[in-house]
């Protein structure tokens, strides 16, 4: 496909003429847009399909990020193309992506140090510090916690705007879905089961008569071990490079989401944002299917 520009946010048409004329002058770049949405919808976005080449994409990328943040519209920049009717590999880290918390924080609060943790936790989705060692220090402070509290932890758990829509639709094309989490498998496996995801890689907890050790089993799914499994699930699958999806937020997705043909930064931190490809602040999890190209209507027709 030519290079596409999404736009989603509260947009008009005096929003769109001033933005074309900015493509024209500063890239010598002209584009046919449409909208993807209804004229009814809260939040509008327009796909804006570029009919010449742009001599150098890094810095039109920078500046549609500073635009971004600027206006508060997602300026969304796509070089790749992918199908959705064709099928393909989709994979998704699980905390603050498909779920609106980070499980080992609300572990934390049960355990009554959830701002000790919480910070940490913050640090390293910034980049600021190691997943790896971050992890392993923070699980060690849960020693002696009744596994008990983990159904309660789950159950408050609020998930992602639009994470069922987006997962239907996926499933209506025969997607293969995957949540490659640096979380838990106990809640990670319950997200799966909610939404007929195909399969689940996160981290084990090691509970001994019903608390929590502190440690885990397995390998830790950090940055690197997430790239990995995105390449093995996609050779497992016989999927092209070209038909995978990753989707985050921390610090620990940019690897993946960067591997990815389209890698979505979801109301991702500052350093995520300007170093994933797509970084996408003002819809859920269902506008992913936006940057696949659906339009509203088409969406609401693989939903029925």
């Known amino acids: 496909m030519s290079a596409r520009i999404t736009l989603i946010g509260n947009l008009?048409?005096?929003?769109?003429?001033?933005?074309?004329?900015?493509?024209?002058?500063?890239?010598?770049?002209?584009g046919e847009s449409r909208y993807l949405t209804s004229a009814a919808a809260d939040v509008a976005v327009v796909e804006l399909v570029l009919t010449s080449d742009v001599a150098d994409l890094k810095p039109l990328?920078?500046?549609?990020?500073?635009?971004?943040?600027?206006?508060?519209?997602?300026?969304?920049?796509?070089?790749h193309s992918v199908d959705i009717r064709r099928g393909g590999v989709a994979v998704f880290d699980m905390d603050s992506t498909l779920?609106?918390?980070?499980?080992?924080?609300?572990?934390?609060?049960?355990?009554?140090?959830g701002e000790q943790i919480s910070q940490v936790t913050a640090s390293a989705m910034r980049g600021e510090i190691d997943f790896v060692e971050s992890f392993v220090q923070r699980l060690a402070l849960l020693e002696g916690l009744s596994s008990e509290v983990m159904d309660g932890v789950y159950e408050r758990i609020v998930h992602m705007d639009g994470i069922a829509n987006l997962m239907k639709v996926l499933n209506h094309?025969?997607?293969?879905?995957?949540?490659?989490?640096?979380?838990?498998?106990?809640?990670?496996?319950?997200?799966?089961?909610?939404?007929?995801?195909s399969e689940v890689h996160a981290n084990v907890l090691e509970i001994v008569d019903d608390k929590l050790t502190g440690k885990h089993l397995g390998p830790i799914v950090d940055g690197e071990r997430k790239k990995y499994l995105l390449s093995e699930i996609?050779?497992?699958?016989g999927t092209d490079w070209s038909q995978t999806i990753a989707c985050g937020d921390g610090a620990n997705d940019l690897l993946m989401l960067n591997h990815a043909a389209l890698g979505v930064a979801l109301h991702a931190k500052p350093l995520v944002?300007?170093?994933?490809?797509?970084?996408?602040?003002?819809?859920?999890?269902?506008?992913?299917?936006?940057?696949?190209?659906?339009?509203?209507?088409?969406?609401?027709?693989?939903?029925?």
């Open 12 to 30: 008009n048409a005096e929003f769109l003429e001033e933005f074309t004329q900015w493509l024209a002058s500063n890239h010598s770049v002209s």
């Open 273 to 304: 944002r300007q170093q994933a490809p797509c970084p996408m602040n003002n819809m859920g999890l269902d506008g992913i299917l936006y940057l696949l190209g659906m339009t509203a209507d088409e969406i609401n027709a693989a939903l029925r």
């Open 99 to 113: 779920i609106k918390a980070e499980v080992m924080d609300e572990l934390a609060v049960e355990a009554g140090i």
């Open 61 to 79: 990328q920078k500046q549609l990020l500073e635009r971004s943040d600027a206006t508060g519209v997602d300026h969304i920049l796509q070089t």
């Open 173 to 197: 094309f025969g997607w293969h879905t995957a949540i490659l989490s640096g979380g838990f498998t106990y809640f990670a496996d319950r997200v799966k089961a909610a939404y007929d995801m």
């Open 234 to 237: 996609a050779a497992q699958q």
